[in-house]
C-alpha cells in the first residue's frame, strides 16, 4: 500500500520522478538481498525453536536476527548513500533523470535501518507464527504515509515523497520492536539478555548465505531487466515502475498467505508432523492461485484505468495497460511459487530455491535480450521473457518440492 500510494503522488511530479524513484528502487532490492536472507534464515531458525518448546533459544535467536539486521542494513545504508550517483548511473539513469534519481537515492538510503527493518523483522514474525507483529508494523507505516506523504510532496517535492516512506517506516519499526520487547508476540526480546551470542548467529549466518544469493539472483536481474526498459524511453520506464508497483500491491495477499507456509513447515517439523506441514502448503498454494488470480484479472479488465490514475502521458498510460495485461500470468505463476520458496526456506532448504533462482535468470536475462534486440520485439520481447521464466520457476521449484527432501532437511 504505501508503495502504490507513493507511486500517486510521484506521478504529480511528473514522469521523471517516477523513473527516478524506480532506478533507486531498482538498486536498492538488489543490495537488500542481504537482509532478506537474514529475515529468511532467522525464521527458519527460530520457528524450529518454537515447534520444538524451546522458548529460550526461540528468544535468543530472535535477539540475534534483529542484530544481524540491523548491523547489515546500516552498512548498506552508507554504502548507498556514498555510491549514490554511480549507483544510478549503473542502473541506467539518462542524463535528465539522473539527478533526481541521485537526490531520491541518498535520502533513500541515509533511512535504510528504518526502510528494511519493518520488512525484515515482519518477514521473522511471519516465520514464527506471528503475522500479527508484521500486520501491526505495516497498518502503523501505511497509517504515517498516508498523512505525510501529501504533505512533504506539496512541501519538498521529491525529497518529501521519499522522506514520507522513511518517516513512516521508522514508526513502524520503532512499533515493531516494542511489541517483541513487550512480550506480543510467540517470542520476544528480553533487555536482561541482550548480549551477542555468536553460536547462534552462526547458526543463522549458515542458512543466510544461500538465502542471500536466493533473493540476490533475482534482484540483481531485475535491475539489469530494468536497465534494458530504459533503454527504450522515459515513457516506457515511467510504465514499468508504475505497472511493477500495481504489481506489487495486487500479490500482497499472496505474499503474506505464503509466508504462513514458512511457518507452517518449520513448526511442524519442529514437531515431526512432516505430512501436516504438506497438507498445510497445498491448502496455501491453492488459496495463493485463487485471490492472486481474482485480482490480476480485475486489473487486467480496468488496465489503462488503472493506470490514469498515476500518470497523465498517454504513452505511459498505453504501454503500462500492456503490461500489466501480458505480464499478470507471470505474475500469477511468481505468486504460487513464493508459497513453494517459502516451504523450502522454512525447512531450512535455502540452497534449492537458490539454484532455481539461478536457472531462472540464466533464462530470462538472454532471452530478453535476444527477443528485444535480435528479434527486433523491442520493449515487448522483455515482458515475453519475464513470463517464460517465472513459468519455468514455477515448474522447477514445484518439481523440487514434490521431491520431499525438505522433510528430512536438518538446522
Not at 540491523?70 to 539513469?93: K, T
Not at 518529501?160 to 516512506?165: M, S, T
Not at 515502475?241 to 513448526?267: D, I, L, T, W
Not at 481474482?294 to 498517454?314: E, H, K, N, Q, R
Request: aromatic share 8%; glycine share 12%; net charge positive.
Amino acid at each position: 500500500m504505501p508503495s502504490l500510494y507513493d507511486a500517486v503522488w510521484l506521478g504529480k511530479l511528473g514522469a521523471g520522478a517516477q523513473a527516478a524513484a524506480g532506478l533507486a528502487i531498482s538498486v536498492r532490492i538488489t543490495m537488500i538481498s542481504v537482509l532478506m536472507g537474514l529475515s529468511g534464515a532467522s525464521g527458519a531458525v527460530v520457528s524450529r525453536y518454537v515447534g520444538a518448546r524451546d522458548q529460550k533459544n526461540a528468544n535468543l535467536a530472535t535477539l540475534q536476527g534483529v542484530i544481524l539486521m540491523f548491523v547489515a542494513s546500516g552498512s548498506l545504508g552508507l554504502i548507498g548513500f556514498v555510491f549514490a550517483e554511480p549507483l544510478m548511473r549503473l542502473a541506467g539513469a539518462d542524463s535528465d533523470v539522473l539527478p533526481l534519481a541521485v537526490r531520491y537515492a541518498r535520502v533513500l538510503f541515509a533511512g535504510l535501518i528504518a526502510m528494511e527493518m519493518v520488512p525484515s523483522v515482519g518477514g521473522m514474525m511471519s516465520t514464527v507464527g506471528a503475522p500479527q507483529v508484521r500486520l501491526t508494523m505495516m497498518l502503523w507505516t501505511t497509517g504515517v504515509v498516508l498523512v505525510a506523504e501529501p504533505l512533504l510532496v506539496n512541501w519538498l517535492g521529491l525529497e518529501g515523497a521519499v522522506l514520507a516512506l522513511v518517516g513512516a517506516h521508522v514508526v513502524g519499526t520503532v512499533w515493531g520492536i516494542g511489541e517483541l520487547l513487550a512480550g506480543r508476540a510467540s517470542v520476544r526480546i528480553d533487555l536482561h539478555n541482550l548480549r551477542l551470542d555468536f553460536s547462534m548467529m552462526g547458526r543463522i549466518l549458515r542458512i543466510t548465505w544461500p538465502g542471500i544469493f536466493q533473493r540476490g539472483i533475482p534482484n540483481f536481474g531485475m535491475t539489469v531487466l530494468t536497465r534494458l526498459i530504459s533503454g527504450y524511453g522515459s515513457a516506457t520506464l515511467d510504465a514499468w515502475v508504475v505497472a511493477s508497483r500495481v504489481f506489487s500491491f495486487a500479490q500482497v495477499p499472496g505474499m503474506g498467505v505464503s509466508r504462513v507456509s514458512a511457518a507452517m513447515v518449520g513448526q511442524n517439523l519442529g514437531a515431526k508432523q512432516p505430512k501436516r506441514a504438506e497438507d498445510s502448503v497445498r491448502v496455501i498454494a491453492l488459496t495463493v492461485a485463487v485471490t492472486t488470480g481474482l485480482i490480476l484479472g480485475g486489473l487486467m479488465l480496468f488496465a489503462p484505468a488503472v493506470m490514469t490514475l498515476f500518470s497523465d502521458d498517454a504513452e505511459s498510460i498505453a504501454i503500462g495497460a500492456r503490461i500489466i495485461c501480458v505480464l499478470s500470468i507471470g505474475y500469477l505463476a511468481q505468486g504460487v511459487t513464493w508459497v513453494f520458496d517459502a516451504a523450502l526456506g522454512g525447512a531450512g532448504d535455502t540452497v534449492s530455491p537458490m539454484m532455481i533462482n539461478a536457472v531462472l535468470w540464466l533464462i530470462q536475462i538472454p532471452f530478453a535480450y535476444i527477443f528485444s534486440k535480435v528479434f527486433g520485439m523491442g520493449a515487448n520481447g522483455l515482458w515475453l521473457a519475464m513470463n517464460i521464466g517465472w513459468l519455468v520457476q514455477l515448474g522447477m521449484i514445484q518439481w523440487r518440492y514434490q521431491q520431499g527432501a525438505w522433510k528430512l532437511k536438518q538446522i
